[in-house]
């Protein structure tokens, strides 16, 4: 017979009727009879076991524990109830044997445990947990059989099986790293062997050197390809010979000079600098060589006379410089750099090549001569401007005489007035046209006198 929903909430209530019937009279074991009772008919193994613990049926619960699907769910429950047993056999029944691990551990079942971490499939985190039991021998087993070489050794090493850990180390691939690995493990020899294998000629060289192969990092270093940086790895590992045979292969006669010197080789470093092209830079080199006789020789080849006059200044060789001075093309220069070197001479000489007769004049007036800065000065085209510079030198004369030929009359007044020519300013304000200007000229000329 189906039951109906009706039917169902009738057999509730009368499940209730006596458990309240119970109550109200007292009887608290009916009662929870009643809701064991009850609870026993629940379909759900884990919920029937778990109210029935609740309600103090300890042996319901464990029967209803027994009847749980999920191992897992099941020994949980068994311990909770105190059959230990029944929990370690329900717990042997998990299929992932980690969790199998787990709780067979927590369970206090070591050699089962043991067996659970043995299936575990990642070598690493089998090894792991086979050392936590106490089983080291099965967890360097396990770590040998982790597939990437550097894992394993690492691993290896930490369980203490230093052989099996070197071994692991020989596998790297990069040569670098598997040195590294080795020499950290003691290994120095299988180091040094691995650290031969280096491509980069340069870092093998360094690598080997720290290992302390002396011998095999100046043989790593005899292969270096730039013979700058071979010069100088080889000299670092106190290798002179090598290091000065490789500098000798730089190109660039500067550099190589250099390198040369550095090593104590100062014949081939002056040898050197005689290859460098630029006269300039060839003379420094010379000079800073120790050699001046050939700094000079080289700087009397620069090209340009000027800068030629001043290294040549710079050296000490005065003759060299004045006479490299007097082939600067430019008068003005040619006067500066001359009178610097001491040849007064020469520089009035120069001074009296320059084309613009201002500035000869002043430079003429510079190096004290007057009388060839006044005829300079009186070749000013511009009146006024000859009318200034003349006075300015002391020719008061040839200054009248030049403002006289300024054509404005009222800038010709105002210079003859400012050289105390009243008459010549008179005479060259009564000549402005504008008669307001002119009577404005000829008041100011008159009050200037007046005061």
């Known amino acids: 017979m189906v039951e109906t929903e009706e039917s169902t909430k009738g057999q509730e209530g009368s499940i209730f009727d006596d458990f309240d019937r119970y109550v109200r009279g007292g009887d608290y074991s009916g009662a929870i009879g009643v809701l064991i009772s009850e609870s026993s008919q629940s379909e759900d193994h884990y919920d029937r076991c778990v109210m029935l613990f609740e309600l103090g049926d300890t042996d319901g619960a464990i029967d209803a524990a027994y009847q749980i699907e999920d191992p897992g769910h099941r020994s949980e429950m068994l311990f909770k109830l105190g059959d230990t047993e029944g929990a370690i056999t329900a717990a042997s029944e998990m299929e992932n044997p980690y969790n199998r691990y787990v709780m067979l551990f927590e369970l206090g079942d070591i050699e089962g445990a043991i067996k659970a971490a043995s299936e575990i499939k990642d070598p690493g985190h089998r090894s792991e947990m086979l050392f936590e039991l106490g089983d080291v021998d099965g967890a360097i087993t396990a770590a040998s059989e982790m597939g990437d070489p550097h894992n394993r050794s690492v691993r290896l090493s930490e369980l203490g099986d230093r052989e099996g850990a070197i071994k692991a180390a020989s596998e790297i691939e990069d040569p670098s790293h598997r040195s590294n690995i080795l020499f950290k493990l003691g290994d120095r020899e299988g180091a040094i062997k691995a650290a031969s294998e280096i491509e980069d000629p340069s870092y093998r060289s360094f690598r080997l050197f720290e290992l302390g192969d002396t011998a095999g990092a100046i043989k790593a270093a005899s292969e270096i390809k730039d013979p700058g940086h071979r010069s100088e790895r080889l000299s670092g590992l106190k290798d002179i010979e090598g290091a000065i045979t490789a500098a000798s292969e730089i190109k660039d006669p500067g550099h190589r000079s250099e390198m040369l010197f550095e090593l104590g080789d100062t014949e081939g470093a002056i040898t050197a600098a005689s290859e460098i092209k630029d006269p300039g830079h060839r003379s420094v080199r010379f000079f800073e060589l120790g050699d001046t006789e050939g700094a000079i020789t080289a700087a009397s080849q620069i090209e340009d006379p000027y800068n030629r006059s001043v290294r040549l200044l ?121 008669p307001g200007y002119r009577k404005a000229r000829l008041m100011e000329i008159f009050h200037h006198y007046a005061k």
């Open 314 to 434: 710079e050296l000490k060789d005065t003759e060299g410089a004045i006479a490299a001075a007097s082939q600067i093309e430019n008068s003005g220069y040619r006067s500066e750099m001359l009178f610097k070197l001491g040849d007064t001479e020469g520089a009035i000489a120069a001074a009296s090549q320059i084309e613009d007769p201002y500035n000869r004049s002043v430079r003429l007036l510079e190096l004290k001569d007057t009388e060839g800065a006044i005829k300079a000065a009186s070749q000013i085209e511009d009146p006024y401007n000859r009318s200034v510079m003349l006075f300015k030198l002391g020719d008061t004369a040839g200054a009248i005489k030049a403002a006289s030929e300024i054509e404005d009359p009222g800038y010709r007044s105002e210079r003859l007035s400012g050289l105390r020519d009243t008459v010549g300013a008179i005479k060259a304000a009564s000549e402005i046209e504008d």
